[in-house]
């Protein structure tokens, strides 16, 4: 059988044509210099390394791409196959979704990891039904307390007017007997200056970006909550992916939640050194405080149980079966 010259050319310009990369665009929501966006960005640099270069990830950050609001329907919708967003955020769809923002229910980065194992599987499912599949989540520096004065036992808290940029951290203000108070982040100083706000439940994170040396004194490393952002990717584009596409991007995204966990832990320590280098007085709370704060904390997790339904009890089950 004899081949025509024609195909013979086809063949062999074939052999040499390179394949053609898959372009993926991926928004995230904060600036370049943020540990979570710099840990995205080495995610997208293995993926590609991994895939020689058949993949190409490109990170739009600082919402420059879509607005944090928008990231996850875009990414649900195909118009991006993969996005970075605040897991929290979604609290209004239901209630599993917030669980790792209530106060106190884990408090240290060990039982974080513990609550994640415990809901993961409950907030894949969720995800799975929108046509989404988590690839990896990592948490913020854990939440504290800024004040101008002491705060030694709960009844300090008594009448203190507290900012309060959510549902969870209000119910905490109240439940401690302080004012909530909302607040935006730009004009946290101008409002503890004219006196609007005494004190703020914030991670070390925002209180150095914030430069709250300026306004307080006194920084309490209560480790509240320690929320995450979590990467989704359309279930659909993934499954469009060939299988060795897909397991350079299910391994690479295991290296980037096991790193991004450690970035947290060293931006946490990192960013409390900044409090003290600038003056703010940084304590770890006395006893008596913590134990009222963790009474506290049992009550709203009750409270979300509750709005979360069996869903909720049965990841709380989990949870403390974890530990």
């Known amino acids: 059988m004899k081949i025509s010259s024609a195909l013979c050319g086809?063949?062999?310009?074939s052999i040499w044509l390179p394949v053609q990369a898959i372009v993926w665009d991926m928004p995230t929501p904060y600036g370049e210099s943020n540990f979570h966006t710099m840990n995205i960005?080495?995610?997208a640099d293995e993926v590609g390394s991994t895939t020689k270069g058949r993949l190409?990830?490109?990170?739009?950050?600082?919402g420059s791409l879509y607005k944090h609001p928008e990231i996850k329907n875009a990414v649900r919708w195909g118009q991006v196959p993969i996005g970075e967003f605040l897991l929290s955020r979604l609290s209004s769809e239901d209630a599993v979704f917030e669980i790792d923002a209530v106060p106190f229910l884990a408090s240290t980065y060990e039982?974080?990891?513990?609550?994640?194992?415990a809901s993961k599987p409950t907030i894949a499912s969720l995800l799975e039904k929108q046509g989404l599949m988590i690839l990896f989540a990592v948490?913020?520096?854990?939440?504290?307390?800024?004040?101008?004065?002491?705060?030694?036992?709960?009844?300090?808290?008594?009448?203190?007017r507290v900012r309060a940029d959510d549902t969870n951290t209000a119910q905490l203000a109240r439940h401690a007997g302080a004012i909530p108070t909302r607040i935006e982040l730009p004009d946290?100083?101008?409002?503890?200056?004219?006196?609007?706000?005494?004190?703020?439940?914030?991670s070390p994170f925002t209180g150095a970006k914030t430069k709250a040396w300026n306004f307080v004194e006194y920084f309490y490393h209560t480790q509240a909550w320690l929320?995450?952002?979590?990467?989704?990717?359309?279930?659909?584009?993934?499954?469009?992916?060939?299988?060795?596409?897909?397991?350079?991007?299910?391994a690479a995204a295991v290296r980037a939640e096991l790193r991004g966990w450690e970035a947290s832990r060293e931006e946490t320590s990192q960013k409390l050194d900044i409090l003290r280098d600038n003056g703010i007085s940084v304590h770890r709370p006395e006893n008596v405080l913590?134990?009222?704060?963790?009474?506290?904390?049992?009550?709203?997790?009750?409270?979300?149980?509750?709005?979360?339904?069996?869903?909720?009890?049965?990841?709380i089950r989990r949870y403390y079966s974890l530990h």
């Not at 009222?292 to 990841?315: E, F, H, M, P």
């Open 56 to 62: 190409e990830i490109r990170v739009h950050s600082d």
């Open 41 to 43: 960005k080495r995610f």
């Open 10 to 13: 086809i063949i062999a310009l």
């Open 111 to 117: 039982k974080a990891d513990y609550l994640w194992q």
């Open 227 to 250: 929320p995450k952002n979590i990467v989704v990717v359309n279930s659909q584009a993934f499954r469009r992916l060939d299988k060795g596409l897909q397991q350079a991007i299910v």
């Open 290 to 315: 913590m134990q009222s704060l963790y009474r506290i904390g049992r009550k709203l997790t009750v409270d979300w149980s509750q709005k979360a339904g069996d869903d909720g009890i049965q990841i």
């Open 139 to 160: 948490p913020w520096p854990p939440e504290g307390l800024y004040s101008k004065k002491p705060l030694r036992k709960i009844n300090d808290l008594q009448g203190l």
């Open 188 to 202: 946290i100083p101008q409002a503890f200056s004219s006196g609007r706000i005494e004190a703020m439940i914030n």
